[in-house]
């Protein structure tokens, strides 16, 4: 009964390639890591911002509105003094109407920024994970 153990002490530098390859792999993947992390870090920041944007724009609207109310209420006051024509009122009632048109459109945008940043974040479609 005997062993018999045989091994190269010389591999032709195949090791010495086999490492610089996965090196280089290696490399690679850490510069794929670091582009993926600044896209996702751009994508959550330019979210954010359409966020502020959106919520600016929703109290615009919304004072919008309040502006648009008291001018017809204005209006329709001086109509009843005989000191503006009806024209004038349903000027005003068509101003409010777009106003209120106004902040469903920023409503929405307002939402669908917000849910664009639950996904930037990964929260967006996590409500049935358990913990």
Same mark, same amino acid.
């Given at each position: 009964m005997g062993f018999n153990? +045989? !091994? @190269?002490?010389?591999?032709? $530098?195949?090791a010495e390639e086999k490492l610089k390859q +996965?090196? *280089?792999s290696l490399k690679a993947q850490e510069i794929a890591r670091d582009r993926q992390r600044q896209a996702i870090i751009e994508?959550?920041?330019q979210a954010s911002t359409t966020v502020k944007h959106a919520r600016i724009n929703l109290e615009l609207a919304r004072k919008t509105v309040l502006e648009a109310?008291? !001018?017809l209420e204005v209006t329709e006051a001086r109509?009843?003094?005989?000191?503006?024509?009806?024209? =004038?009122?349903?000027?005003?009632? #068509? @101003? *409010?109407? #777009? +106003?209120? @048109? $106004?902040?469903?459109?920023?409503?929405?945008d307002y939402y669908l920024a917000q849910a664009r940043l639950e996904? +930037?974040? $990964?929260? *967006?479609?996590? =409500?049935?994970?358990?913990?």
């Open positions: 153990v +045989a !091994f @190269s002490l010389w591999d032709g $530098g195949v +996965a090196e *280089l994508e959550v920041y109310k008291d !001018f109509f009843e003094m005989g000191v503006a024509v009806v024209t =004038e009122v349903i000027d005003a009632a #068509q @101003s *409010l109407s #777009q +106003a209120e @048109s $106004g902040v469903v459109d920023a409503l929405f996904k +930037a974040i $990964g929260l *967006l479609g996590t =409500e049935g994970w358990t913990k």
